[in-house]
DNA sequence: CCTACCGATCGGTAGG
DNA sequence: CCTACCGATCGGTAGG
């Protein structure tokens, strides 16, 4: 009985929480309301508090969801053997295919993750930070290797990242290309462009 | 004496729009209220409206400023005779000198636009449309002479586009190189990756 | 899960 | 340009 009840709440949990994705997706986090997303889900605005704490808590889930899952990646390419520019190229294909995967939650987390209050924004910053630290290093590395060529590496990967996941035409894109010739083409822009030929 | 007070009009105006254009980039448009406006510029909220007509006015102008400047340039552009390839070398580098010159404008104007309310809202989009489209016929040109890679040019513009345009840390990189090492830097990246070698 | 309702804040107006 | 103030809407709580 408690086992059933729990798992109920989960998945209503669940549901809030991918509503409000796409709702803060659509709308942005501030111009959301809670009657929106009420009516998604399809209960009375007050009743979303036996599921979750506030508005803000469902922002701080999607972000850090998303930034959990490209701290494992980023963890797991470094640690593999190979030389730095396909460090990189297996990061680009991790990011298109979150974003074709989850388009609304990264979406979310890549651009309204500035309205998250401030134990979060702090603790959200700082995991970003890290992240692109850690991908810069890979890219100097690749220059230091002649793989890559000779640029500012804090200027490269805000490229690589911004040229992907800021894209706000997935559904588009998506229906126009096949995912796996969308991404081709972005991968040969971008690691050609940082190819040392 | 009509022509003086005319001015001094014009120029609070202006001071309302640029201080409207920073506190919509640093906050959003949705979360920045009027009071916020008001006390940036020094006055009390209601005073705001002998100048500006709305809060949705300031976004409008903001976004169709924006908006002029580039189909302006690719007007400008499309009637030079040279390689489609330093065509959109020379739209780049039009793009990475107004996110330098004129970041918040363009932060708002990229970002902010589906806060505008419908007569502009749609106006704006069909400029958007309209340039990313014969921006699109650039590349494709491109594409067609072997200048450029043979590659879906629908997703080529939008991965340009916003590798530039949604970068929201200019301030810091900006500090970090000199604003001609970036654009070396940008343009590099970019047109080599679509440089067919 | 709902109804009833709260204090705060919003964009904007009236009137001087 | 200000004071006074409006109706609407917000996130969230109380109580059942």
Redesign the interface.
């Known amino acids: 009985m408690a086992r059933i009840k729990s798992t109920e709440n989960n998945s209503k949990r669940e549901v809030i929480i991918k509503e409000a994705s796409k709702l803060f997706k659509e709308k ?1 986090f ?2 959301t309301s809670m009657r929106d997303l009420a009516e998604r889900v399809g209960v009375e605005a007050p009743s979303l508090y036996n599921h979750i704490q506030s508005k803000s808590e469902l922002l701080k889930i999607i972000c850090s969801n998303v930034g959990e899952k490209f701290a494992v990646k980023i963890a797991e390419v470094e640690q593999i053997e190979m030389p730095a520019i396909e460090k990189v190229e297996k990061l680009l294909r991790f990011h298109i295919q979150e974003m074709i995967n989850y388009y609304e939650e990264e979406y979310v987390s890549g ?1 309204e993750w ?2 998250l209050k401030d134990p979060y924004l702090s603790e959200y910053r700082e995991q970003r930070r890290n992240y692109r630290k850690r991908f810069t290093a890979i890219i100097q590395e690749g220059i230091d290797q002649k793989e890559i ?1 000779k ?2 590496a ?3 990967v ?3 990242l ?3 996941t ?2 706000d ?1 997935w559904h588009r ?1 998506v229906h ?2 096949s995912s796996k ?2 991404e081709e ?2 991968v ?7 190819r040392n ?1």
Chains 1, 2 share one sequence.
Do not use: F
């Open positions: 942005g501030t111009a651009r500035r309205y060529k640029l500012d804090n200027t490269a805000l490229i690589l911004n040229a992907i800021s894209i035409q894109i126009k290309v010739e969308l083409n972005i040969t822009i971008l690691i050609e462009g940082l030929n």
